[in-house]
T-cell receptor, first 113, second 113 residues
Framework: GENVEQHPSTLSVQEGDSAVIKCTYSDSASNYFPWYKQELGKGPQLIIDIRSNVGEKKDQRIAVTLNKTAKHFSLHITETQPEDSAVYFCAAITADSWGKLQFGAGTQVVVTP | NAGVTQTPKFRILKIGQSMTLQCTQDMNHNYMYWYRQDPGMGLKLIYYSVGAGITDKGEVPNGYNVSRSTTEDFPLRLELAAPSQTSVYFC????????????FGQGTRLTVV
């Protein structure tokens, strides 16, 4: 089955700097890669996603890149703000998996003013 | 819209007790999922359902059971609670299986003592 690894496990950045989180996946049949943000005491919430036929996607200060050959994808947050502090999860889905998300272990991001 | 609603938010169980975690969604989604979240481990799939009357095991189903009698409701049953079931439980739903946003509830924090 699919295995998703995520690094780093914690990331501390100064407000205004950029943050990058990297994930690798094992199943070449994976075709959908969402990123979720989880704030303290809440459920994960989708912030951006990318499909396997696209190399990069951007939404304001966040962007995701996908390298299918190397089987890795990354989340980039620019001009970080204190409200970006949260746990971020990457995930992968294969076409025949009934939408079951295989999650990475998560990255705790702390943005210090 | 309420989205995905989970009850209760918190619960303490004694070893050997049983309980049902409730999950309901008002988005008419066919696909529903139960995940557990342990510290530093990401989210692991317990059970999932692709429609009313259809359920299947996920990655960590032992000690749990589910039913799906309606599109809206997907309760998770714990029989004979064990300390290893101390975790945060999330219910989620999605519109399709091919890669669409999964909506998560707020979670149930369960402690087994």
């Amino acid at each position: 089955g699919e295995n998703v690894e995520q690094h780093p496990s914690t990331l501390s950045v100064q407000e205004g700097d950029s943050a990058v989180i990297k994930c690798t996946y094992s199943d070449s049949a994976s075709n959908y890669f969402p990123w979720y943000k989880q704030e303290l005491g809440k459920g994960p919430q989708l912030i951006i996603d990318i499909r396997s036929n696209v190399g990069e996607k951007k939404d304001q200060r966040i962007a995701v890149t996908l390298n299918k050959t190397a089987k890795h994808f990354s989340l980039h947050i620019t001009e970080t703000q204190p409200e970006d502090s949260a746990v971020y999860f990457c995930a992968a889905i294969t076409a025949d998996s009934w939408g079951k998300l295989q999650f990475g272990a998560g990255t705790q991001v702390v943005v210090t003013p | 819209n309420a989205g995905v609603t989970q009850t209760p938010k918190f619960r303490i169980l004694k070893i050997g007790q049983s309980m049902t975690l409730q999950c309901t969604q008002d988005m008419n989604h066919n696909y529903m999922y139960w995940y557990r979240q342990d510290p530093g481990m990401g989210l692991k799939l317990i059970y999932y359902s692709v429609g009313a009357g259809i359920t299947d095991k996920g990655e960590v189903p032992n000690g749990y059971n589910v039913s799906r009698s309606t599109t809206e409701d997907f309760p998770l049953r714990l029989e004979l609670a064990a300390p290893s079931q101390t975790s945060v439980y999330f219910c989620a739903s999605s519109y399709s299986s091919g890669g669409s946003e999964a909506f998560f509830g707020q979670g149930t924090r369960l402690t087994v003592v």
